[in-house]
Nanobody, 124 residues
Framework: QLQLVESGGGLVQPGGSLRLSCDASGFTLRAYAIGWVRQAPRKEREGVSFISSSDDNTYYADSVKGRFTISRDNAKKMVYLQMNSLKPEDTAVYSC?????????????????WGQGTQVTVSS
């Protein structure tokens, strides 16, 4: 059974850093594109960053470009989101998601499998 479990969220001050982890089990991670998607209260879901299955091509939303880095370790079946220079507007529940589509799908509806999410709160 395909399962995604996020960890690493928490409370951090503005300007701080967090690294989110997505533990993938029940499937061959290297065959799937992985995305990080966030949702803040009263806001629409936002695709933050995506990484392709085959060539590790990456995509970042403009709101996080230059501050967030997505990476994957297929051997460990883990995907990471390094978040630096965090801002209060980054506060949200962050979920990882998996897609069997080729390339780097960047639309959230292209992702079939989802984790439960981890809360990130950026506040002083």
């Amino acid at each position: 059974q395909l399962q995604l479990v996020e960890s690493g969220g928490g409370l951090v001050q503005p300007g701080g850093s967090l690294r989110l982890s997505c533990d993938a089990s029940g499937f061959t991670l290297r065959a799937y594109a992985i995305g990080w998607v966030r949702q803040a209260p009263r806001k629409e879901r936002e695709g933050v960053s995506f990484i392709s299955s085959s060539d590790d091509n990456t995509y970042y939303a403009d709101s996080v470009k230059g501050r967030f880095t997505i990476s994957r370790d297929n051997a460990k079946k883990m995907v990471y989101l390094q978040m630096n220079s965090l801002k209060p507007e980054d506060t949200a529940v962050y979920s990882c998601a998996a897609s069997a589509m080729l390339g780097t799908p960047i639309a959230t509806h292209q992702y079939r499998y989802w984790g439960q999410g981890t809360q990130v709160t950026v506040s002083s």
